[in-house]
């Protein structure tokens, strides 16, 4: 429950300039003196101000002052003789501090009510016991007890209760409830927690047996948060983040486009993904369904490398099968053991595992339709039986072999499972493209540098 209705109306804004007092050099040790009854020199200044009650003019007193073992305090108080109305704040005379602070007392005692307290406008105050909080800012900086506290909370929620008696019965009777909570603190019958959390790190609870330990009161002193920083006015808002990049990269995108078997209009969706240790690629896949037909793509979703990266992986348990693989279009695989090697922009770009990858170069080799049927030759089937047990051995982890990658762009990958440390089961070369490796990617004749004067002049 918030106290939010306990707001007093602030010192007036419209206050005369105060009578000249006569001229002197007062240091520092005379403007804030230590606060004392006894001291006749400690005067408050007297201002002639503006009353926001009945726009009359009434008088406000201005003290500057020092709390023991705490800092310098400026006290104002108001008041109007023609209407009564009254008013009193507290400020930080100090600068805010390098850290917030938090006063957690455990009230047990009468004597407990009659600690002073300085509670700055960024205090927040709560009473645990009654889920019970004053907001920051929500009230004017005081200089009262903790009995005080209370007793302006409850003038607070009391100030409305007439208005809510006649449009909201339900909404006052509990409030009234409340209140008699908070009337039975007063008395202490049974003990209760009192938090003051100031970021600014100026509100005070007493320690009456300053300089020794109050067993009763902890302080803590802590870090503000940017969101504290904020509020303070010490740090600018920080800018709106634009979620736009984000968003894309966690989305799905759509759009439209023909199927490659049967030409129905069909969808492909796209999505940006951040491969580990990697880099950043973009997986297309499509799924028609008029036919069935479906196909995935990768495409890199960077630059060409400077050099080109040649990966050898020895595959030796079962286990092998399951690390991820992503084959550029210009990427070629070989596997000595078996006497294969597949070519450039065969198979396209696959985002899959090691086995998957396996398992599409068997159906492209056992399916093709110029081996199969009436046109194939004994020698050339037996061969390709003896290709496929084998690639099954290499699957089923019985037949140990290399599995080699080479890729010019540098926009392969295979799964590190030891990652960041090495594997010692792979092997990643980077090398200088030859020429026709330079050739075969278009880069001998793309012109990076200068090529605005290579240009005709236009007409």
Known sequence: MSAGGAVEPGLPAAAAAPSPAPARDPGPGHLFRPISAEDEEQQPTEIESLCMNCYRNGMTRLLLTKIPFFREIIVSSFSCEHC?????????????????????LTVRAQEDMDREV???DSATTRIPELDFEIPAFSQKGALTTVEGLISRAISGLEQDQPTRRVNEEAVAERIDEFIGKLKELKQVASPFTLIIDDPSGNSFVENPHAPRKDDALVITHYNRTLQQEEMLGLQAEAPEEKPEEEDIRNEVLQFNTNCPECNAPAQTNMKLVQIPHFKEVIIMATNCENCGHRTNEVKSGGAVEPLGTRITFHITDPSDMTRDLLKSETCSVEIPELEFELGMAVLGGKFTTLEGMLKDIRELVTKNPFTLGDSSSPGQTEKLQEFSQKLDQILEGVLKAHFIMDDPAGNSYLQNVYAPEDDPEMKVEHYKRTFDQNEELGLNDMKTEGYETGLPAQR
Do not use: C, F, L, M
């Open 84 to 104: 009564g109305w009254n008013n009193t704040e507290i400020q930080s005379a100090g600068r805010i501090q390098d850290q917030g602070v938090r006063y957690t």
């Open 118 to 120: 300085v509670k700055t």
